[in-house]
């Protein structure tokens, strides 16, 4: 029997709502934005996961709010 565990999963928050998540396990930080049916990519930090979803976000947007669930 094989089992995924999530270690954490982090919300990213525009002005209008959910714009993406980010969830770690054990390959790395999992971008996927919101409506996406696949992730962007696997990053190696929580740092570079952030840019890279607020990189796919539209272009001038703010950087999201993330909040920890």
Same mark, same amino acid.
């Given at each position: ?26 390959? !790395?930080?999992?971008? %996927?934005? /919101?409506?996406?049916?696949? *992730?962007? !990519?696997?990053?190696? %930090?929580? /740092?570079?996961?952030?840019? *890279?979803?607020?990189?796919?976000? %539209? ?11």
């Amino acid at each position: 029997m094989s089992t995924t565990k999530t270690l954490a999963l982090w919300v990213a928050y525009g002005p209008n709502g959910v714009v993406g998540s980010i969830r770690h396990d054990d390959d !790395g930080y999992l971008v %996927t934005m /919101a409506g996406s049916d696949a *992730a962007t !990519g696997t990053y190696p %930090t929580l /740092a570079s996961a952030k840019g *890279a979803l607020h990189s796919h976000m %539209t272009p001038g947007s703010a950087w999201p709010r993330f909040q920890e669930h």
